[in-house]
T-cell receptor, first 113, second 112 residues
Framework: ETGVTQSPTHLIKTRGQQVTLRCSSQ?????VSWYQQALGQGPQFIFQ???????GRGNFPPRFSGLQFPNYSSELNVNALELDDSALYLC????????????FGQGTRLTVV | QKEVEQNSGPLSVPEGAIASLNCTYS??????FFWYRQYSGKSPELIMF????GDKEDGRFTAQLNKASQYVSLLIRDSQPSDSATYLC????????????FGSGTRLSIRP
């Protein structure tokens, strides 16, 4: 158990809808990163939040957005869902910004139909 | 060229043998190197990290880093059926700022 929790665990949405995924970071961790993992691929970095500010972003369109709250929990929002957004979405928390190991939550499996 | 490359496998190793997993990376500025284990349908679990050239041992696992060759490896001694999983190599460093870059993973199968 890493202490990182994500909700929901599974979700089915229709193309064009919007979705919000949630993550509670491990106690003492102020950095949260989000990753998308398609089947058979490694996780792809979406963005990172450090003390409520975005601290780096991967190659994802603006319809992927996020937030971090004062308690360091975080949300990932995806607008205008596309079929290719179907994936496992992983949240990882770290005790420090960058250059350190990340501990993953159990993930949210999103299916877009 | 992919930033982190791994052989996708599957790599089949008999129980009790040594499993050797390899990874190369393209960014010479990378400073931190990780191995994650991922069981089917589960999230990645950090099993080893290494920052300096050489070997780092933890139980049955040994991580090896050669920055000059941009090469990272993971050795698993006395392989067990429970080691059957996908192993993800990942790197992080100043050039990649805050993100960890993952390879696509190597599927390892330990046969009894």
């Amino acid at each position: 158990e890493t202490g990182v929790t994500q909700s929901p665990t599974h979700l089915i949405k229709t193309r064009g809808q919007q979705v919000t995924l949630r993550c509670s970071s491990q106690s003492g961790h102020n950095t949260v990163s989000w990753y998308q993992q398609a089947l058979g691929q490694g996780p792809q970095f979406i963005f990172q939040y450090y003390r409520e500010e975005e601290n780096g972003r991967g190659n994802f369109p603006p319809r992927f957005s996020g937030l971090q709250f004062p308690n360091y929990s975080s949300e990932l929002n995806v607008n205008a869902l596309e079929l290719d957004d179907s994936a496992l979405y992983l949240c990882a928390s770290s005790p420090r910004r960058s250059d350190t190991e990340a501990f993953f939550g159990q993930g949210t499996r999103l299916t877009v139909v | 060229q992919k930033e982190v490359e791994q052989n996708s496998g599957p790599l089949s190793v008999p129980e009790g043998a040594i499993a050797s997993l390899n990874c190369t990376y393209s960014d010479r500025g990378s400073q931190s190197f990780f191995w994650y284990r991922q069981y089917s349908g589960k999230s990645p679990e950090l099993i080893m990290f290494i920052y300096s050239n050489g070997d780092k041992e933890d139980g049955r696992f040994t991580a090896q880093l050669n920055k000059a060759s941009q090469y990272v490896s993971l050795l698993i001694r006395d392989s067990q059926p429970s080691d059957s999983a996908t192993y993800l190599c990942a790197v992080n460093g100043p050039s990649s700022a805050s993100k960890i870059i993952f390879g696509s993973g190597t599927r390892l199968s330990i046969r009894p």
